[in-house]
């Protein structure tokens, strides 16, 4: 398979950004968070995964920033596109496009909610789904996401949040402040320069449409997602794996790792909302463990 960057153009005519990592019989396909985020902490995965012989694939979803960005102010347009449907499949789309079978799906925040969403829908293709720092429902993460902000900041930085949250007025300078204190508490912990950028990446259209302002509040489409009930139909080896310091609640990676039937949770210490760079060594390890199980049949044992 061609290595490094190839244009995929969709059946709707727009152009995706994908890029293919390192040599192997066993392929993985990288969903990227957000919504509206990029592929950029994948970057490394091939080469981490080349003692296993692992092909990585990854790609920015429509609206990305190395995408195509369908102009979501024409209202017929974020009709058709702004919807967990159309990302579903892309999913698929992509899969077929890039000619992958039996492979592993792993998914990063909401790229884990589009992983579980395809295990159940389309798990006849996977060898196995890892799901990193993703629940099945978001009211658990918003109680739990309100709990980390009362332990993080004083009770009048709270209540200076709550306030602005009520007026809606989310470029407030210092509501800003106390949401870069959280995001370096359990976001993005290390704060690593290799994925800065001079002007900002995030598809905020997208982003906006479904998640609302910040990690912190839910105001968008996401909010009523809810799949807890769905999840025992994921069939294939799932592996859950969580930042032990990050904004998804451990207790519901959890319940979920009783409720698929073929689950493993893992944890990585020191580890945020984006573990894989907080602390590669640990994820990389158990990431490592999953496939070789997988691989030799000795998953379940």
Not at 45 to 65: P, T
Not at 95 to 101: H, I, S, T, Y
Not at 140 to 162: D, F, G, Q, T
Not at 195 to 224: C, R, W
């Amino acid at each position: 398979m061609k290595q490094g960057t190839t244009i995929l153009t969709l059946d709707n005519g727009y152009h995706l950004w994908t890029n293919t990592q390192g040599e192997g019989d066993i392929h993985l396909l990288c969903l990227h968070g957000g919504p509206g985020g990029t592929h950029e902490y994948w970057e490394n995965f091939g080469e981490e995964l080349a003692d296993l012989g692992v092909q990585v694939h990854m790609y920015d979803q429509l609206g990305s920033f190395y995408s195509d960005q369908p102009d979501y102010s024409d209202p017929e347009i974020a009709k058709k596109y702004l919807t967990t449907d159309y990302f579903l499949g892309e999913v698929e789309e992509v899969r077929k496009k890039l000619g992958l079978d039996h492979f592993y799906l792993i998914g990063q925040s909401w790229g884990g909610a589009l992983t579980q969403l395809y295990a159940l829908k389309y798990g006849q293709h996977l060898k196995g789904a890892i799901i990193s720092s993703m629940v099945d429902n978001i009211n658990e993460y918003v109680e739990h996401i309100n709990l980390v902000r009362e332990e993080a900041l004083p009770p009048s930085a709270v209540k200076y949040m709550k306030k602005i949250e009520k007026a809606g007025d989310w470029d407030d300078p210092q509501y800003q402040k106390y949401v870069d204190v959280l995001n370096r508490g359990y976001v993005d912990r290390k704060q690593p320069p290799a994925i800065s950028h001079l002007i900002s990446t995030m598809a905020t259209p997208v982003y906006n449409a479904f998640q609302g302002d910040n990690e912190f509040v839910v105001t968008g489409k996401l909010k009523d997602w809810d799949i807890s009930d769905q999840i025992h139909n994921i069939k294939v080896p799932t592996l859950l794996t969580f930042g032990e310091h990050e904004t998804m609640p451990l207790k519901a990676a959890q319940r979920m790792a009783e409720v698929i039937p073929h689950a493993r949770l893992v944890t990585t210490p020191n580890g945020g909302h984006h573990h894989m760079i907080d602390n590669a060594p640990v994820y990389f390890k158990h990431l490592k463990q999953f496939i070789s199980d997988v691989e030799n049949g000795t998953f379940n044992d």
